[in-house]
């Protein structure tokens, strides 16, 4: 049975630091590409970030990149995302997604249940 969790979100004030975590068992995380996807209230959902198998590659939303940062441990089947300086529009329910290659909007097959990540003061 596929299943992907997610951890680590919380409230973190503007300019501040969060890491996600996403652990992934019944499939080998090595032949999947993993992504993570938010959903803020209100709006629709927004590919934030997609580490690619085999390759190395990984792909950004422009309205993350150079602040956050995608990784992956095939052996420990978890995936991160390092969240810094942190704004308020960053607030969103993120979610972790594995797919066999990074789709072009969030056409994933699996998904977690998502961490709530919210950035105010």
């Known amino acids: 049975q596929v299943q992907l969790v997610e951890s680590g979100g919380g409230l973190v004030q503007p300019g501040g630091s969060l890491r996600l975590s996403c652990a992934a068992s019944?499939?080998?995380?090595?032949?999947?590409?993993i992504g993570w996807v938010r959903q803020a209230p209100g709006k629709e959902r927004e590919g934030v970030s997609c580490?690619?198998?085999?390759?190395?590659?990984?792909y950004y939303a422009e309205s993350v990149k150079g602040r956050f940062t995608i990784s992956r441990d095939d052996a420990k089947n978890t995936v991160y995302l390092q969240m810094n300086t942190l704004k308020p529009e960053d607030t969103a329910v993120y979610y972790c997604?594995?797919?066999?290659?990074?789709?072009?909007?969030?056409?994933?097959?699996?998904w977690g249940q998502g961490t709530q990540a919210t950035v105010s003061s």
């Open positions: 997604a594995a797919a066999p290659v990074c789709p072009d909007f969030d056409e994933y097959d699996y």
């Open positions: 019944g499939f080998t995380l090595g032949y999947y590409a």
């Open positions: 580490s690619a198998p085999y390759n190395g590659r990984k």
